[in-house]
Nanobody, 127 residues
């Protein structure tokens, strides 16, 4: 059974950068589609970025050009989210997720489509 563990969150000033990591424990067969989500109190968990296949990716509009999702291709054991030019509205709990979704489904998958989740890491941006 796959388990995920995020790290790298913290508190940074607006305009700064953070890099989140998500360690994958267990077999990677169920991590064909992986993603980063974020959630603030009272709001639904939002997809930030997804990755599948030969490094195909999608991003929510608000982070395009600022965030980059990637993973360690040699082992598929670590997922990353490089976050640059951070804004106060990026403040949230960030989660990584994994699922055995088809490539077509992964591109637009919402939180309900992913079966495996990490515990989350808090990102706080201040002005």
């Amino acid at each position: 059974q796959v388990q995920l563990a995020e790290s790298g969150g913290g508190s940074v000033q607006a305009g700064g950068s953070l890099k989140l990591s998500c360690a994958v424990y267990g077999p990677t067969g169920s991590t064909i589609c992986m993603g980063w989500f974020r959630q603030t109190p009272g709001k639904e968990r939002e997809a930030v970025a997804r990755i599948w296949g030969l490094e195909r990716t999608t991003y929510t509009d608000s982070v395009k050009g600022r965030f980059t999702i990637s993973r360690d291709n040699s082992t598929k054991k670590t997922l990353y989210l490089q976050m640059d030019t951070l804004k106060e509205e990026d403040t949230a709990m960030y989660y990584c997720a994994a699922g055995t979704l088809s490539t077509a489904d992964c591109a637009t998958a919402t939180f309900g489509a992913f079966r495996t989740w990490g515990q989350g890491t808090q990102v706080s941006i201040f002005s």
